[in-house]
């Protein structure tokens, strides 16, 4: 096929600083790939090369832009993507293949689902960045006025010993019923607190907790999660693992309870394919998740995700990043009560 394959960088800015424990982001360096095929007129695709600095494996500074041209060279001379070729660049292959995938549809509906056709939404949970007591209280409050049921905390910045009055605070005011606390700890804990910590934690009725101690300590990991009274999710700890053989083995040696696959860090939409049914096979729960793209790349997983369940979504997922941005890309996408919309 007869393929053309154009770049635009784009720098988001983003409406608030979004601080984890390994820094913050005030803007987001993006790419997006237009692509063509003489075999269909008039169609256009369009995806997202949205690489996270110091998280993706292929973020590169210096190099990006080269080797992402150079990839959209061969595939012009090729006629085809390569995925194999391109497991090293999972941001580059997702924005690839979600650029294909548009040109196939011949719109933003990349799929026919219920939730493309508007008719069903999809459960997300609503996302409080890390901030002081009171930043992050107004900002739960925020989430749970909009209708949010269950709501992801970032913590690991402003100090365990507040953030655990935080998280009793919420209990006084919210029971696990009335709200679902999630926590992202983004590696924040050692591996020697890690325990202690998460048995203070254990009282207050967390659902998950995302990657306690850093990746990259497997056996430590193993440990946590096999004495950990809170369950444990994955979500570094998959970036940089490229080939089939190596997720299974990461997940049967860790066993941990989740797994959140992000495709822009995870192997974009083949290799997050690849991780589901790795986790579906050993009995672990998985949700998807944004990585802080756009609304073109926000758009690409939403759908996959409601193809890939077949519309019946059983976990709240984290596709609320959608808002972040004071730039953003127009779109079909909207955030109604607790569930993201595709409203054309």
Same mark, same amino acid.
């Given at each position: 096929?007869?393929?053309?394959?154009?770049? !635009?960088?784009?720098?988001?800015?983003?409406?608030?600083?979004?601080? /984890?424990?390994?820094?913050?982001?005030?803007?987001?360096?993006?790419? +997006?790939?237009?692509?063509?095929? *003489?075999?269909?007129?008039? !169609?256009?695709?369009?995806?997202?090369?949205?690489?996270?600095?110091?998280? &993706?494996? *292929?973020? $590169?500074?210096?190099?990006?832009?080269?080797?992402?041209? !150079? =990839?959209?060279?061969?595939? =012009?001379? /090729?006629?085809?993507?390569?995925?194999?070729?391109?497991?090293? +660049?999972?941001?580059? %292959?997702?924005?690839?293949?979600?650029?294909?995938?548009? $040109?196939?549809?011949?719109?933003?509906?990349?799929?026919?689902?219920?939730? &493309?056709?508007?008719?069903?939404?999809?459960?997300?949970?609503?996302?409080?960045?890390?901030?002081?007591?009171?930043?992050?209280?107004?900002?739960?409050?925020?989430? #749970?006025?909009?209708?949010?049921?269950?709501?992801?905390?970032?913590?690991?910045?402003?100090?365990f010993d507040d953030e655990l009055e935080l998280i009793r605070h919420i209990r006084r005011r919210f029971s696990a019923t009335d709200v679902e606390l999630r926590l992202d700890a983004n590696g924040a804990f050692r591996p020697d607190e890690a325990l202690g910590k998460l048995e203070q934690l254990a009282p207050y009725a967390i659902h998950s907790i995302e990657q306690p101690i850093r990746a990259g300590q497997p056996d430590a990991m193993a440990r946590v999660c096999r004495e950990s009274p809170i369950d444990i999710a994955l979500d570094e700890e998959l970036i940089g693992v490229h080939k089939p053989e190596a997720k299974r083995a990461l997940l049967?040696?860790?066993?941990?309870?989740?797994?959140?696959?992000?495709?822009?860090?995870?192997?974009? #939409? &083949?290799?997050? *394919?690849?991780?589901?049914?790795?986790?579906?096979? %050993?009995?672990?729960?998985?949700?998807?998740?944004?990585?802080?793209?756009?609304?073109?790349?926000?758009?690409?997983?939403?759908?996959?995700?409601?193809?890939?369940?077949?519309?019946?979504?059983?976990?709240?997922?984290? #596709?609320?990043?959608? %808002?972040? +941005?004071?730039?953003?890309?127009? &779109?079909?996408?909207?955030?109604?009560? *607790? !569930?993201?919309?595709?409203?054309?």
């Amino acid at each position: 096929m007869g393929l053309h394959l154009t770049l !635009r960088p784009h720098r988001l800015r983003f409406k608030e600083e979004a601080r /984890t424990s390994r820094g913050s982001y005030n803007v987001h360096d993006v790419w +997006y790939v237009r692509m063509t095929a *003489d075999e269909l007129p008039g !169609r256009e695709g369009l995806g997202e090369c949205a690489p996270l600095p110091d998280l &993706s494996c *292929d973020a $590169l500074p210096g190099q990006y832009e080269t080797i992402l041209r !150079r =990839e959209c060279q061969t595939i =012009e001379t /090729t006629g085809h993507i390569d995925a194999e070729r391109l497991r090293p +660049y999972p941001s580059m %292959l997702f924005g690839l293949e979600t650029a294909w995938l548009h $040109l196939q549809a011949g719109s933003p509906r990349l799929f026919d689902t219920a939730f &493309s056709r508007g008719e069903a939404g999809i459960v997300i949970n609503g996302l409080v960045w890390m901030g002081d007591f009171t930043t992050m209280m107004q900002r739960l409050e925020a989430k #749970l006025h909009a209708g949010f049921r269950c709501v992801k905390l970032k913590i690991g910045a402003i100090g365990f010993d507040d953030e655990l009055e935080l998280i009793r605070h919420i209990r006084r005011r919210f029971s696990a019923t009335d709200v679902e606390l999630r926590l992202d700890a983004n590696g924040a804990f050692r591996p020697d607190e890690a325990l202690g910590k998460l048995e203070q934690l254990a009282p207050y009725a967390i659902h998950s907790i995302e990657q306690p101690i850093r990746a990259g300590q497997p056996d430590a990991m193993a440990r946590v999660c096999r004495e950990s009274p809170i369950d444990i999710a994955l979500d570094e700890e998959l970036i940089g693992v490229h080939k089939p053989e190596a997720k299974r083995a990461l997940l049967e040696t860790v066993r941990p309870h989740y797994i959140i696959i992000k495709p822009s860090l995870h192997g974009a #939409l &083949s290799g997050a *394919d690849e991780w589901a049914n790795e986790a579906q096979r %050993l009995g672990i729960g998985h949700w998807m998740t944004s990585a802080l793209e756009s609304n073109v790349g926000l758009n690409a997983i939403a759908q996959w995700t409601a193809h890939h369940f077949c519309d019946a979504v059983p976990l709240p997922q984290g #596709l609320g990043t959608g %808002l972040l +941005y004071e730039n953003n890309i127009p &779109s079909p996408l909207q955030i109604i009560g *607790d !569930r993201l919309w595709y409203k054309t």
